[in-house]
């Protein structure tokens, strides 16, 4: 853990309400993005990143062009992914991608990879489910040598062979930095440390805690790897208002919409409102008011021993007014506060 814990914001670009009450087109929703990313830079948040999706409620499907043009906005925020599905990339492409991002932006790209929650990618890029394992598995072991500076030789199942192969743009100024995104599995934990690979655990739902020994396995298995220390960070869901009462009233229709959406493709029951309570007092929902929120991120940062915690202020259809407040209030006050609480 660190006293300078980097707080950061994550968006999955979903489709939200228009001012008139209709539905934004996709179009409207990454030009807001754009103006979200430049918020927070302004108000000193230390890291924004876009989720990849290939459905029609969320409207990022290349993430790298977004933030390309954020990039041309911005002065110091770090620009990355929540998360790239590398599983159905090439990653020569993805590496390419964050390279010519890192040098656009002088050095403020960050991969993080993961096999991502939704599946519509794969078919879309013809990808077989049934080697969802092996294809995000060998596209890692390829990408880790990208992201270290080096010429890739590498032979497997789902690609052709490389051999020394260079690819460009070179970066640089040192390593790109890359993140492992997981969701609790055991074997996705044990396989960033194999890679050497910071560590970014996305929670939401439950007590945050029960993720200690997820980390306590990172660490292990850094250690035994004869690994220095990496990072550890955590992506939930949150949202930040001027009082509790405030964050409850504009956050939850929006989020039961998106959860009840998700939920009836994957068998889950309605989201009630016992739920909600729950997860803002005991679980992975970070919402309330600025001190409110700063609390609880700083008990998850000390528990869990964080470097990074990003908060995914966009919910469902909640307005882009919304969360251009919650975005100032996240930089201007929750973040001072977090540090405070944190040294």
């Known amino acids: 853990m660190t006293a300078q814990l980097e707080l950061g914001l994550d968006t999955f670009g979903d489709v939200t309400s228009a001012t008139d009450g209709a539905v934004s087109s996709h179009a409207q929703v990454i030009r807001d993005i754009v103006d979200e990313a430049v918020l927070a830079d ?15 409620d969320f409207a990022v ?15 110091r925020i ?19 991608r964050f390279s010519t991002l890192n040098a656009a932006s002088g050095g403020r790209a960050e991969a993080i990879l993961g096999r991502g929650s939704f599946i519509e ?3 879309l890029f013809g990808f077989d489910l049934k080697q969802y394992e092996v294809l995000f598995e060998e596209k890692l072991e390829i990408f880790a040598q990208l992201a270290a500076g080096q010429p890739v030789t590498w032979s497997g199942a789902t690609r052709p062979p490389l051999n020394n192969q260079k690819v460009f743009p070179a970066l ?19 396989r960033a440390a194999h890679y050497r690979l910071p560590l970014m655990i996305a929670i939401i739902g439950g007590a945050p805690s029960r993720f200690k020994p997820f980390v306590d396995l990172y660490l292990r298995a850094l250690e035994e790897a004869g690994a220095p220390l990496l990072p550890v960070g955590v992506h939930s869901h949150g949202f930040v208002a001027q009082t509790d009462e405030l964050a409850r009233e504009e956050y939850w229709a929006d989020y039961k919409g998106m959860r009840d959406r998700i939920g009836t493709e994957r068998g889950w029951p309605p989201f009630t409102a016992t739920e909600f309570e729950r997860e803002i ?3 992975s929902l970070y919402l309330g008011s600025p001190e409110t929120v700063a ?4 008990t998850t940062g000390k528990a869990l021993g964080l470097a990074r915690f990003d908060m995914k202020y966009s919910a469902g259809r909640l307005p882009h007014a919304k969360m251009m407040r919650c975005i100032e209030l996240y930089g ?4 001072p506060l977090v540090r405070d609480m944190m040294s």
Do not use: N, Y
């Not at 770090?78 to 990653?91: E, I, M, Y």
């Not at 609390?295 to 700083?298: E, S, T, W």
């Not at 201007?332 to 973040?335: E, F």
């Open 172 to 190: 640089e100024s040192g390593p790109l930095k890359t993140w492992i995104g997981v969701g609790g599995s055991p074997e996705s934990v044990v």
């Open 332 to 335: 201007t006050k929750v973040i």
């Open 281 to 283: 007092s005991h679980g």
């Open 61 to 75: 499907s290349a993430p790298e062009i977004v933030l390309a043009t954020i990039a041309g906005r911005t002065r």
């Open 42 to 56: 302004e108000c000193g948040i230390d890291f924004i990143g876009l989720g990849e999706h290939h459905r029609a």
């Open 121 to 123: 990618s794969f078919p």
């Open 78 to 96: 770090h620009l990355g992914t929540a998360v790239t599905v590398l599983s159905s990339d090439d990653p020569i492409r993805v590496f390419q």
């Open 295 to 298: 609390r609880k991120i700083a």
